[in-house]
């Protein structure tokens, strides 16, 4: 079983939409949980922390749920430059990070 | 831009053959961890190290080596080359839980 599973999408949305990823993980005793982005071709990029308070950054909203197992990215209002791979990642210990494989999102004019 | 750099950016290589590929950290990171991304999939975690010592390994075979130097640069082995093989390698440093990522070398055997 994979450590970490996403919805690979694609999900393809018009600019100003509200689009959510989701994220589940199999091991309870991860420790920390991220949300990185990836252009193509590019490397990934730290978006955000993960907390079990939630955590808002502009238009971006992370929350977790330990007790479902599950990570979630909200992005409001979505704009072009939005369009990119999003990453889920959990780490165990000693700092390994376990990626899921990614969710394509593209905003559309 | 995170500070981590990686070289060469791109590379090609025949099966059977040997690759090093190597990266440097940002400044004040003592951690270097090194991922295998195929396309369309998620970065896989090779290993990581720790001031010089290894510090974790993910699922990949012995032919798959690294080495941290006092600087806490890093370099990634890779013996007997395989087609699959073919993937971007991907360098991050890290000092507490967030990691920052190099620009990736993509490597392509043949």
């Known amino acids: 079983r994979k450590e970490v599973e996403q919805d690979p999408g694609p999900f393809n949305v018009p600019e100003g939409a509200t689009v959510a990823f989701n994220c589940t993980y199999s091991?309870?005793?991860?420790?920390?949980f991220f949300w990185y982005r990836q252009d193509c071709r590019k490397e990934p990029k730290l978006l955000m922390s993960?907390?079990?308070s939630g955590n808002e950054d502009g238009r971006f909203t992370a929350q977790l749920n330990r007790a479902s197992q599950y990570i979630s990215l909200l992005i409001r209002d979505s704009k072009l430059s939005d369009s990119a791979t999003y990453l889920c990642?959990?780490?165990?210990?000693?700092?390994?990070?376990?990626f899921g494989t990614g969710t394509s999102l593209t905003v559309i004019p | 831009e995170t500070g981590v750099t990686q070289s060469p950016t791109h590379l090609i290589k025949t099966r059977g053959q040997q690759v090093t590929l190597r990266c440097s950290s940002q400044?004040?990171?003592?951690?270097v961890s090194w991922y295998q991304q195929a396309l369309g999939q998620g970065p896989q975690f090779i290993f990581q190290?720790?001031?010089?010592?290894?510090?974790g390994r993910g699922n990949f075979p012995p032919r798959f080596s690294g080495l941290q130097f006092p600087n806490y640069s890093s370099e990634l082995n890779v013996n007997a080359l395989e087609l699959d093989d073919s993937a971007l390698y991907l360098c991050?440093?890290?000092?507490?839980?967030?990691?920052?990522f190099g620009p990736g070398t993509r490597l392509t055997v043949t």
């Open positions: 991050a440093s890290s000092h507490g839980d967030e990691q920052y």
């Open positions: 990642v959990v780490t165990l210990t000693g700092n390994q990070f376990y």
């Open positions: 190290y720790y001031r010089e010592e290894e510090n």
């Open positions: 993960v907390y079990s």
């Open positions: 400044s004040g990171h003592n951690t």
């Open positions: 091991n309870s005793a991860s420790q920390s």
